[in-house]
């Protein structure tokens, strides 16, 4: 998962499935994150959900060995044959553009010494199928199968989906840009950090996304034909920005111990459910006044009702 969003990463339709089996919660790009929040995470997944939890960066190996030895202790529990011989397989699952062919490069980097084995990107989307095992460990063997990533069905709360885009979960050409660059510099604002006012040349802070993107845009020179300012250009660029950490480290989600709580232990809400549960009520509906309809018609025309003619 994502350590920018810790909890808007959660794809909770997919933890009843998650819950079956042995996992590792692994929080990538930690390098991008506040560094205060691993200790409260780790504290409310432990008290919660009952989950162990690993915060990595995988272009920097971090953290890395901790993850081997984590897959090596549960490959020596789960097997009864010599550790030369027992062979555990691991999924590495999660959302869209998280890191987690990264990971897989890193731990095979770290684990057998050899080099890339998965294809990497900055973009959402780069592997496509589910792919062939992957050797991380020779003793005892693990092997990790690399996936597509799962992106959550539906997210009904659209500031958990301006965060999910800001990060890179979802391609930028389904998103508007500039949306979610107004909340990436409402976040910065919050916070009352202004450094992009030295990095871009700005002369004063703003919460005006129109005021911001063209000064933006001029700093880096974007322009349409006839001299307008590029403002679509200038949302890609300050994404970027954003995303490999030019404009601080910071945690978009509210990490108080309550909000971990709430978010940990409510349960997953499902709105196509709900709206396939209120169209049968209404089809229950109708077919109960159908057949009040045929009952009441069916006694008028029996002998003695009181629609019937003498």
Request: a positive charge; glycine letters at 6%.
């Amino acid at each position: 998962m994502e350590q920018h969003i810790p909890l808007a990463s959660i794809n909770h339709k997919f933890e009843p499935i998650a819950q079956r089996k042995d996992r590792l919660i692994v929080y990538n790009k930690t390098d991008l994150a506040h560094p205060d929040t691993e200790a409260a995470i780790t504290k409310a997944f432990k008290e919660f959900k009952g989950q162990d939890v690993v915060f990595t960066n995988a272009n920097e190996d971090t953290n890395v060995k901790g993850i081997i030895q984590y897959l090596a202790k549960k490959a020596r529990v789960s097997g009864t044959a010599s550790e030369k011989e027992l062979t555990t397989t691991v999924m590495v699952v999660g959302m869209p553009n998280v890191g987690k062919s990264s990971l897989i490069n890193s731990l095979r980097r770290i684990g057998v010494n050899k080099g890339k084995a998965a294809p990497t990107g900055a973009v959402p989307g780069i592997t496509r199928t589910v792919a062939g095992t992957i050797k991380v460990l020779d003793s005892p063997k693990v092997y990790l199968i690399d996936t597509p990533g799962v992106m959550i069905p539906h997210i009904p709360d659209p500031i958990s989906a301006i965060k999910v885009a800001l990060t890179g979960a979802i391609s930028d050409h389904l998103s508007d840009e500039e949306v979610i660059v107004d909340y990436l510099l409402f976040q910065l604002n919050q916070r009352q950090d202004y450094s992009y006012m030295q990095l871009y040349n700005i002369k004063e802070p703003t919460d005006d996304i129109r005021v911001f993107l063209p000064q933006v845009a001029k700093y880096i020179g974007a322009l349409k034909k006839g001299g307008e300012y590029n403002l679509a250009a200038a949302a890609q660029f300050l994404l970027k920005q954003y995303r490999i950490g030019k404009l601080g480290r910071f945690t978009l989600d509210d990490i108080s111990a309550e909000a971990l709580e709430s978010y940990l232990t409510k349960e997953a809400e499902d709105p196509i459910s709900r709206r396939k549960q209120k169209k049968a009520d209404k089809m229950e509906e109708r077919r109960t006044k159908r057949v009040q309809l045929r009952q009441e018609e069916e006694n008028q025309k029996r002998p003695g009702s009181s629609g019937s003619k003498l």
